[in-house]
């Protein structure tokens, strides 16, 4: 198996980068300046110029959720999502989702309010963003009232990196995940992972670590 890994730092491929390393499999890293224009051979594997991509046996692969799915799909070794047919499954899959089409469009129309829409409307869509992110914030609260360490219960899944990257992004906002006590605990437990510390290391992230 082969993957190449087109990453910027701290964006939304910090959780795919995240978990290649828990995996502990090989990979080749490759930094790209999302500030600067995208070379025709990136445009070429992914066609918005976003990250992450991930090359995988030869093939570009995009869009974070997917990645860590089909990571955890190629790597069950990893124990990183419960198995097909396991009573965990449908909530694993329904976080998920809820990440992924509830949190990550949210933050995105939040950073890029005035790019993605009209400049003039930015204010309003951040208003709504900021009013979806706060209530996905809530949810995952909730799901961690019976005390469970992760999201999904006892089992680290890519549930957690995901969230936890989501939630990073909120650092600077005005009630950051981090002001809901059960988060706070909870992003305290997933960024003490080695390989949490070990993806900042090498994507020079300084920030929201712990102590
Ligand atoms: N839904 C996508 C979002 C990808 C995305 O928006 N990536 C941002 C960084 S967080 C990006 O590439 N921005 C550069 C741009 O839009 O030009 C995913 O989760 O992979």
């Known amino acids: 198996m082969s993957y190449t890994l ?65 990571l955890a799909e190629r790597h069950p070794e990893g124990g990183f999502a419960p198995v097909i047919g396991s009573p965990e499954r449908a909530a694993w899959m329904e976080t998920m989702l809820l990440l992924a089409n509830g949190l ?10 005035d790019k993605d829409g009209e400049p003039a409307g930015a204010d309003a869509v951040q208003a709504l963003a900021r009013r979806r992110i706060e209530g996905v914030f809530q949810r995952l609260d909730d799901m961690l009232a019976d ?22 992004w909120s650092r600077n906002m005005a009630r ?14 997933t960024r003490a992972r080695p390989a949490f510390v070990e993806v900042c290391r090498r994507e020079g992230l300084t920030d929201w670590l712990n102590g």
């Open 104 to 113: 990550s469009p949210a933050m995105r129309d939040w950073f890029y309010a």
């Open 147 to 168: 005390g469970r360490p992760y999201l999904l219960g006892e089992a680290v899944t890519t549930a957690d990196f995901l969230a936890t990257m989501l939630m990073r």
């Open 6 to 70: 087109f990453y910027s730092p701290g964006t939304a491929s910090l959780a795919v980068h995240w978990m290649l390393i828990e995996l502990g499999v090989a990979f080749e890293a490759e930094a790209v300046d999302i500030k600067a224009e995208r070379s025709a051979s990136y445009l070429a594997l992914n066609p918005w110029g976003r990250v992450p991509t991930l090359v995988v046996d030869g093939a570009p692969v995009s869009e974070s959720a997917a990645l860590l799915m089909l």
């Open 176 to 189: 950051p995940a981090t002001s809901w006590p059960r988060l706070e605990a909870y992003v305290t437990r």
